[in-house]
């Protein structure tokens, strides 16, 4: 018998019976389809409530701060497994076998190339653009080379489109960085890791070798896979969104970068490494927890809370323990802004507004002094999250096109403007 709820009206109109879906996990949804029909819509600003889709790609569970990705756990496949595995794993729903791995590595491998015409958009910016700003400027620049005889609704095609960016889009961001430093581009290595080719480009030059330090590629392949997925979160229903009207894929993941850049969203690590900067001696900690917890004053504590983990973000201990390994390795235990951001972490989840608020640390908290440590630059640091997120962006894009019922996003809205009015020319509105 399928479970159903029946809304109830106090002014005495038809109850309207609707159907209730439940998924693998996570909380049963009310199909509220049928309430057009009735002369109704829901109403829920900033969808805090709503179920945009059905997916098969990532489960989150907010209040036992779980991750999976295709039901694998984010620990395991944090520690276990690597990018690689886990783009194939996102896009095509299971973990490779060794011949598959080896295709979709060589794949990738061999698409890491910009068209040269490419260099041409680069050069169209100011030296000072923030690389978010070239990352999507060149990124919807593909939709230029990348459209003639495109066909969303090819299976093939689409493949070949989330192959291409997955392996184009760390040669765009390091070359934003290049571009950034006014040093010449530095090609890709296909002989190099995933990891390893990124670090490649953004720190070799021309005037000596440059091999990646192999834990430090590890780190940021393991910080790869933390931030390959989401859910629906608003730059992954930017790109479901924009790519459901069939809009040319690469000028879509675009629209996902722009969301991301966000200071809320993907631009928290940098804001987190900003902040940090700002307070620069444990001393100053208390004065910015009064003023995020001062409702008068805009502040929040960058790299704390988030809309869906009210406990722990699952990421966030992962990349507090490779935070520890990096500067291990590089011998930075006493780096000032760790130890800022460990006693800053320690003294608000004492506080009881944090805890009453369930305000964690999330995954931005510690990524950004990863990436410091490793020589990043903070205006890279949302860059990286789009490099990352760009597999899961693809792989929700491919999952909505391959949905035979998938139709145009089309939002509506509680009008609460003028009511019907006559136009008054201009000789009579009045000086
Ligand atoms: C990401 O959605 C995703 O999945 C995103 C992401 C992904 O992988 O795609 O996980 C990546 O975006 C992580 C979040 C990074 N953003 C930040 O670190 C920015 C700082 N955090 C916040 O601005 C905030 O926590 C949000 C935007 C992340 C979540 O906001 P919500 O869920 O809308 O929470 P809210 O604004 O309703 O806040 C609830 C209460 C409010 O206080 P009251 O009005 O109840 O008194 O908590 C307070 C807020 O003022 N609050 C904070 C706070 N975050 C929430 N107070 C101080 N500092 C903070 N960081």
């Known amino acids: 018998m399928k479970k159903t709820v029946t809304l109830t009206f106090s002014d005495g109109s038809p109850p309207i019976e609707l159907p209730v879906e439940e998924g693998t996990y996570g909380k049963p949804v009310i199909d509220i389809r049928p309430l057009g029909a009735h002369g109704y819509f829901t109403h829920d600003p900033g969808f805090t409530a709503t179920s945009s889709c059905n997916s098969a790609i990532t489960y989150i569970d907010g209040d036992e701060g779980l991750l999976y990705y295709r039901g694998y756990p984010i620990e395991e496949l944090a520690y276990q497994s690597d990018y690689m595995e886990v783009c194939y794993l996102l896009l095509h729903g299971e973990l490779p076998t060794a011949t598959q791995k080896q295709a979709f590595v060589e794949s990738i491998s061999h698409h890491t190339l910009l068209h040269d015409q490419m260099e041409n958009v680069f050069r169209g910016f100011r030296r000072s653009a923030h690389p978010m700003a070239v990352m999507i400027g060149v990124t919807g620049a593909m939709s230029a080379f990348y459209h003639a005889g495109l066909d969303n609704f090819n299976p093939q095609h689409r493949e070949s489109v989330a192959h291409r960016l997955i392996a184009k889009i760390p040669t765009v961001a390091a070359w934003a960085y ?19 080719n990124f670090m490649h480009m953004m720190f070799a030059t021309p005037c000596e070798d440059y091999e990646p330090n192999p834990a430090l590629a590890r780190a940021l392949d393991r910080i790869f896979i933390l931030h390959a997925d989401h859910e629906q979160n608003a730059s992954t229903s930017t790109v479901r969104l924009a790519g459901s009207s069939g809009a040319n894929p690469y000028a879509c993941i675009a629209s996902g970068m722009a969301s991301l850049w966000g200071p809320l969203h993907g631009g928290a690590n940098e804001a987190v490494l900003r902040m940090l900067e700002e307070m620069d001696d444990v001393s100053k900690i208390g004065e910015f927890i009064r003023r995020a917890k001062d409702k008068s004053d805009p502040f929040r504590l960058m790299g704390f809370g988030h809309r869906i983990y009210k406990n722990v973000d699952p990421r966030a201990a992962i990349i507090r323990r490779t935070c520890y390994e990096v500067l291990d390795a590089l011998d930075l235990r006493d780096d000032p802004q ?20 369930k305000l964690y640390p999330n995954v931005d908290f510690y990524s950004g002094i990863i990436f410091r440590a490793m020589g990043i630059p903070t205006s890279m640091f949302t860059a990286l999250f789009a490099l990352a997120r760009t597999a899961g962006w693809v792989a929700q894009w491919h999952e909505m ?10 939002p509506r809205q509680l009008y609460t403007g003028a009511a019907r009015r006559s136009f008054v020319p201009l000789e009579q509105r009045g000086a």
């Open 178 to 196: 290049k571009f950034n430093e006014g040093q010449p581009f530095v090609y890709p290595q296909n002989r190099l890791s995933y990891a390893e």
């Open 401 to 410: 096109l391959s949905d035979p019922a998938h139709r145009i996003g089309r």
């Open 338 to 357: 760790f130890r800022i951001a460990l006693e800053l972490e320690r003294i608000a989840l004492e506080d009881e507004y944090f805890i009453e608020r």
